[in-house]
């Protein structure tokens, strides 16, 4: 039974299964729709950025979107500025490439009443900004869901689910790393020595295939990270850091299979596991220095209570924060911290507002008086009216402010990423013309290799694109400690 791929989702499946349209062959109807949909909006190049990769089947479900358009799912996630547009960050699931980012998002910025949409690669979020008179928040996801897709509101507890299993698998791979680098570099002494005082060849081929079987997992499975980073460099015609790096050692890594055989010149294994392990030792830094600063904003952002004792009637309740409505009353015991800015109404009480404005003496609040969120009230029982929702009041827009700041890229990042997108080409030609020149004066092919590689290696822009984006996220981290924000 002959077995084709949806022309959407690439997914294989008997051809007996699939529907048929004008040569094209689709596992379901989800999928049939999505096509035609991409290419009556003009966006049919997807497929081509989109190569071999495989999508989920487009399959819609609508058993749940009334949820997104209720008042108590707006209050939670969905932020609404002075013009009533309406914002919410959003985690887009099923994204596997830059194809799937750049589908998204000229699918959202082609549907009626969305005035920007923007996706993060590295994790997935996406902010999306509407007019709610024109489009509702369960179209968007509906749009989403219709291409192949799924989509769900920001949460902080699932991305850290998702970054401890990357944690875990660098973890993993440096493991491997380092065990094939310390094993190595015993066999490299042994090559050295009888590179300068003579080694038998039987011996030597030991040695050549010892290092061989240690550097093998060590480049393919340590450094899928970079293998993989380079595909899709290549797909959407980029060439970045992974380029370089993979092409790097894979190129001595060939060379030595090809000195190991032949009996021509040396091997170097030894270089490839070492490109391999210090380059992914200070992903793995990377990783954790990110870890570090988000955790920091997180403990800020997670400090903030969920819920408040609210007074009706003279009927107390414990009532989330989402819900609590402007004019609503609030009951503040000492040590609670404002979360919702209001009105005394009544009692009176000092106030600890050093981390709003950085004054260490309390702030006598009586009736009358306004307090703000991210305040602490120290002495006394206070009643107080809310004038503002959760989402417009002090804190909120500090968190806010917290989150954009992580998100949104300054100009100086940006900068560097584009020049180390234009160093890593013109890298690949230098190391082209170093190697052709040296080959042409010097007449060795292996010295020429190596220097050409040497150059690639060397010249691997991490530094650049990596530094300035760790600088700006740990700033952030550090400077939240001390109360202080950047916009």
């Not at 048929?20 to 109807?29: D, L, S």
């Not at 190991?260 to 010149?265: I, P, T, Y």
């Not at 004792?309 to 609590?324: A, F, I, M, Q």
């Not at 560097?416 to 080959?439: D, K, P």
């Amino acid at each position: 039974m002959a077995e084709v791929a949806c022309t959407h989702c690439n997914l294989t499946f008997p051809e007996e299964m699939m529907i048929k349209e004008n040569g094209h062959y689709f596992c379901c109807n989800g999928c049939q729709g999505v096509y035609h949909l991409l290419n009556s909006e003009g966006l049919g190049t997807f497929y081509d950025k989109l190569g071999d990769t495989k999508l989920q089947p487009a399959q819609q479900e609508k058993s749940d979107l009334e949820k997104f358009d209720l008042e108590g799912f707006k209050n939670k996630y969905i932020k609404v500025d002075e013009d009533g547009l309406h914002e919410i960050h959003l985690i887009i699931e099923g994204i596997h490439c830059s194809a799937c980012v750049w589908l998204n998002e000229k699918v959202l910025h082609k549907t009626e009443g969305v005035l920007e949409a923007s996706i993060n690669y590295t994790n997935n979020k996406a902010k999306i900004i509407w007019d709610p008179e024109i489009v509702k928040l369960s179209q968007l996801i509906d749009t989403i869901r219709s291409i192949g897709y799924n989509a769900y509101p920001y949460d902080p507890r699932l991305q850290e689910e998702r970054a401890t299993n990357t944690r875990k698998s660098y973890y993993t791979r440096i493991l491997v790393a380092v065990f094939g680098a310390m094993n190595i570099m015993w066999l490299a002494i042994a090559h050295y020595a009888g590179y300068f005082g003579g080694i038998q060849q039987s011996f030597k081929d030991i040695l050549n295939w010892a290092e061989f079987i240690l550097a093998t997992p060590v480049l393919f499975y340590s450094g899928w990270v970079f293998f993989k980073g380079a595909y899709y460099g290549y797909k959407n015609h980029i060439v970045n850091m992974d380029t370089l790096v993979a092409s790097g050692a894979l190129s001595a890594y060939i060379y030595s299979i090809y000195a190991m055989l032949s009996h021509k010149g040396e091997v170097y294994f030894d270089s490839v596991v070492m490109i391999i392990t210090f380059v992914l030792v200070g992903k793995y830094l990377e990783v954790l220095s990110k870890k570090s600063a988000v955790d920091t904003l997180d403990s800020i952002m997670g400090s903030t209570p969920t819920e408040v004792t609210t007074v009706k009637e003279g009927v107390k309740s414990l009532v989330s924060v989402e819900n609590v409505c402007i004019g609503d009353k609030i009951e503040l015991k000492p040590g609670e911290k404002v979360v919702i800015d209001g009105i005394v109404v009544q009692g009176e009480a000092s106030f600890d507002e050093s981390s709003l404005t950085g004054e260490n003496e309390p702030i006598y609040k009586k009736k009358g008086d306004e307090i703000l969120s991210g305040s602490l009230c120290l002495d006394s029982v206070v009643h107080y009216e809310a004038n503002k929702d959760a989402s417009s009041s002090l804190l909120s827009s500090i968190v806010n402010l917290l989150e954009e700041s992580i998100t949104k890229k300054p100009r100086i990042e940006q900068l560097a990423n584009t020049i180390s997108g234009y160093f890593s080409t013109v890298i690949l030609l230098i190391a082209l013309l170093t190697f052709v020149g040296w080959y042409f004066f010097m007449g060795s092919f292996e010295t020429a290799l190596i220097i050409g590689i040497s150059v690639i290696v060397i010249a691997c822009p991490c530094a650049l694109g990596l530094a300035t984006s760790m600088a700006t996220l740990v700033g952030i981290g550090v400077a939240a400690k001390h109360n202080i924000l950047f916009k």
